[in-house]
């Protein structure tokens, strides 16, 4: 029996066109939402001063900003639950708790999975929001 062999996943191969690295995204089942964590601007507000790199992770990690990419067959569907319907829909930019979700990294860029019931507010535009 052979090993695997160790591979780099730290980057996209050049190979794949940008339709072939959205079906690299996992397909949320159940009641799971898929969402991207935006990226973190490099430097500090309205200025030149670069953050370093431990401060941008940081601020990757503990983001309340999501933006939901996809949603499972079952997110919302409880009437009881829901009864005005769904809170937010692919598109969106929503709120949900710091360091809330499944999270995970593809090809370096990090994604989260939720629980329908973890999204806190769906909002128009995230720039300028942070956690508190």
Partial sequence: MSKAQPV???RVPEEHTDEE???LLPEPVGYKILCAVPEVE???DGTSIERPQVVVDQEKLATVVLFVLRMGKECYSDKS???EGAWCKIGD???ARQYSGTRFKIYG???RLL???QIEAVVKD???ISRA
């Fill in 42 to 44: 490099a430097t500090f």
């Fill in 126 to 128: 995230p720039r300028g």
């Fill in 81 to 83: 639950k829901y009864p």
């Fill in 93 to 95: 930019f929503v709120l």
């Fill in 109 to 111: 860029k990090e994604f």
């Fill in 8 to 10: 780099e996943i730290s």
């Fill in 21 to 23: 690295k959205s079906k």
């Fill in 115 to 117: 629980n329908d019931d």
